[in-house]
């Protein structure tokens, strides 16, 4: 029988350390894809509404460009204040983000005498990643077919028309948009779009301000009729309706938008990596299909000009407000 000499050899320093090199990198590598990291992404309002669903989209492609678990947080209750409150006293280290519609920074402080944070102060912009056609609508037995003639109409027929108002910002914007064109109409309070959508197409309102999605199945029927789109340009969800610019409303600049906020004092590095991976969605054509199926256009606005857009907001709403009896 043959015996077998196995000669045993203790690997030298240099192999040992060319070694744990290579196992420190791939371990690095690997914590780089699982990282483990969190970001909580709060939306103020429940699930199922606009905000919940955009922000689902949202957080799917954040996800991939951040390489980082996103989870979406629904704090609602407040119109939007226990859910931003939330955020505005988290800290500021980028994982908790605020995912919300205008309202409760643009519109909270004009309503509350004292809101819980300061819509000014407490966060800071990373982008806004979506919009939604607000789009101006009529009961098909009003006698008008455009914006010009609803407005003609009311001022024959001081008391004739009443709008809905289901929240705080489509109120706002029926005034504001009311106002600039000079139509004579009354407001009448709703708890949601739903109802007054309802009373709408049953003529107890005449007039309502909608989101494209929500306008879409009623015009495929009807029994209402879109006299105007809120901006500056045509929605490609609604090409044959005309902006408010287009009928002489260019000083109109409001709009329905969706954002994405951090607490003050979040490093700009940390700002700057969100930003970038926030607005990079809008050149994904998925995310833009899912956002169309659900009634939502993609948008990319950056933090200069995010915070443009809250700043001109403001203004508009601080010239309303007053008239609208809120603050």
Not at 99 to 128: G, H, N, W
Not at 170 to 188: I, K, W
Not at 220 to 225: P, S, T
């Amino acid at each position: 029988m043959n015996r077998i000499n196995i000669e045993t050899r203790q690997p030298s320093r240099r192999t040992v350390l060319i070694f744990g090199a290579a196992l420190m990198a791939l371990h690095g590598a690997l914590g780089a894809q699982t990282s483990g990291a969190t970001v909580r992404m709060v939306v103020p309002f429940a699930a199922g509404g606009g905000s919940d669903v955009v922000a689902r989209l949202v957080a799917d492609g954040l996800r991939e460009a951040l390489n980082e678990t996103v989870i979406v947080d629904n704090l609602a209750g407040a119109a939007g204040n226990i859910g931003a409150d939330a955020v505005a006293r988290a800290k500021p280290d980028g994982r908790t983000l605020l995912f919300t519609p205008q309202s409760p920074l643009t519109i909270a402080q004009f309503i509350e005498p004292k809101p819980p944070f300061d819509p000014e102060r407490a966060f800071v912009p990373i982008a806004i990643v979506a919009q939604t056609p607000l789009v101006l609508l009529v009961n098909a037995s009003v006698p008008a077919n455009s914006l010009q003639e609803l407005v003609a109409y009311s001022k024959a027929n001081p008391k004739a028309l009443s709008y809905g108002v289901p929240s705080h910002e489509f109120g706002f914007t029926t005034e504001l948009l009311a106002r600039h064109a000079g139509l004579s109409m009354l407001g009448v309070p709703y708890r949601g779009s739903g109802q007054a959508m309802t009373d709408l197409l049953g003529g107890t309102i005449q007039v309502l301000l909608s989101s494209g999605g929500a306008a879409t199945a009623q015009l495929k029927d009807k029994r209402v009729k879109a006299l105007a789109v809120v901006g500056t340009s045509r929605s490609p969800q609604f090409p044959d309706v005309p902006s408010t610019k287009e009928v002489g409303l260019g000083d109109l600049k409001v709009f329905g938008w969706f954002g994405i906020f951090a607490p003050a004092g979040t490093p700009e590095r940390t700002l700057d990596r969100l930003t970038q991976a926030a607005t990079a969605l809008a050149k994904d054509p998925a995310y833009a299909a899912r956002l169309k199926q659900a009634g939502y256009e993609p948008l990319a606005l950056d933090r200069a000009q995010t915070q443009t857009a809250l700043a001109e907001h403001r203004n508009a709403w601080r010239s309303v407000a007053p008239r609208l009896g809120e603050k």
